[in-house]
């Protein structure tokens, strides 16, 4: 009887420690399936977060479709907006907001997310026209911005390079072998598809930088399109590219840059006026590639946030009769 005790002790902890593993084993898989779901839960909420704060930016584009509302009518309105969603919408912790990315409006310090595309230069329109005017142009804007001249040359035959039906440079060699050793692709041979393409043109980096760096402090995004029909709004354009659209020197447009911002001195507003008198006689022989009014092509560029999540969307957009033309989400950068 003895000998069997013993035995049945040793049983019985060898039973005990199966269990202790198969409980352990168990109480592992558990644990991952647990981390498991929840991931997948945080990538479900994140989703989720993500579509609201969409919807939300999309509603600040349908907002800026109101014609009676004016680039430096946004902020406030989009104060408004987001107050109202707020009321509605008191789930997301964090809150529910719309706003408009701040950018300086032409001309002035006013801040507003609705800016006239049609005040920037038409790059596609310039290039693909006449040469010798866009080669004119562009020298204006670039010498404005103080950009060294060599580099001025070199970026603007590289731009008429890209965009002209042959494959052959302003020298003897081809366009793809240039591009080829400095490791680019390129160039097309027909317009920009996206105005980011011309990052990839052969010295505008070093144009950019030197912009930048320059009195003016000059951003190129700000300057140049590929949309519209091609006129210059000069309602809505910046003081250094009306000066260099009309061969004016740099500073003569002040006074009708000062006089734009009509009686309230506030850019962006109803009461903005164009006066040409205000600009030297060659503006008037230009009538054929300007225009007076606010143009019917706008940018809008609006921020949805909810729980903390944001989204940007960027939305071209006319306004009679409203309509969206093109949007499209914008990546963060780091700049």
Excluded: C
């Excluded at 404005?144 to 003897?172: H, K, P």
């Excluded at 609006?302 to 989400?329: E, Q």
Aim: charged share 25%; net charge neutral.
């Amino acid at each position: 009887m003895r000998r069997v005790s013993i035995h049945l002790r040793g049983n019985r902890g060898v039973a005990l420690v199966i269990v202790l593993w198969a409980v352990s084993l168990i109480s592992v898989a558990m644990i991952g399936l647990a981390g498991l779901l929840q991931r997948q839960l945080g990538q479900e909420v994140a989703a989720l977060q993500n579509a609201r704060a969409l919807l939300v930016a999309e509603s600040g584009v349908q907002m800026a479709l109101n014609p009676g509302l004016f680039p430096a009518d946004m902020e406030a309105a989009s104060r408004e907006l987001s107050a109202r969603l707020q009321e509605g919408w008191r789930g997301p912790r964090g809150g529910v907001e719309v706003r408009f990315i701040v950018d300086k409006y032409a001309g002035g310090g006013a801040e507003a997310g609705l800016t006239g595309e049609e005040g920037k230069m038409n790059l596609n329109a310039l290039l693909l026209g006449d040469r010798n005017e866009a080669r004119r142009i562009l020298t204006n804007l670039f010498s404005g911005w103080e950009v060294n001249a060599t580099t001025s040359s070199m970026v603007i035959d590289a731009l008429l390079d890209w965009t002209d039906a042959d494959d052959m440079t302003t020298g003897t060699e081809e366009s793809t072998e240039d591009y080829a050793r400095i490791g680019k692709s390129g160039p097309r041979n027909g317009p920009f598809l996206r105005i980011e393409e011309v990052e990839q043109v052969r010295g505008w980096p070093e144009l950019v930088k030197e912009a930048r760096e320059g009195p003016r402090g000059a951003d190129w995004r700000k300057k140049f399109t590929i949309f519209g029909n091609g006129q210059l709004s000069l309602m809505t354009a910046d003081e250094d590219v009306i000066e260099a659209w009309l061969d004016l020197r740099p500073g003569t447009a002040a006074n009708f840059m000062r006089a734009r911002l009509g009686p309230d001195l506030i850019p962006g507003t109803q009461d903005d006026v164009v006066n040409l008198a205000l600009l030297p006689a060659t503006a008037a022989t230009a009538t054929n590639r300007i225009s007076t009014g606010w143009g019917d092509l706008w940018r809008v560029t609006s921020t949805g946030s909810v729980g903390g999540v944001k989204r940007t969307l960027v939305a071209l957009i006319s306004r009679n009769p409203p309509m969206v033309r093109s949007r499209w989400v914008a990546e963060e950068t780091g700049r």
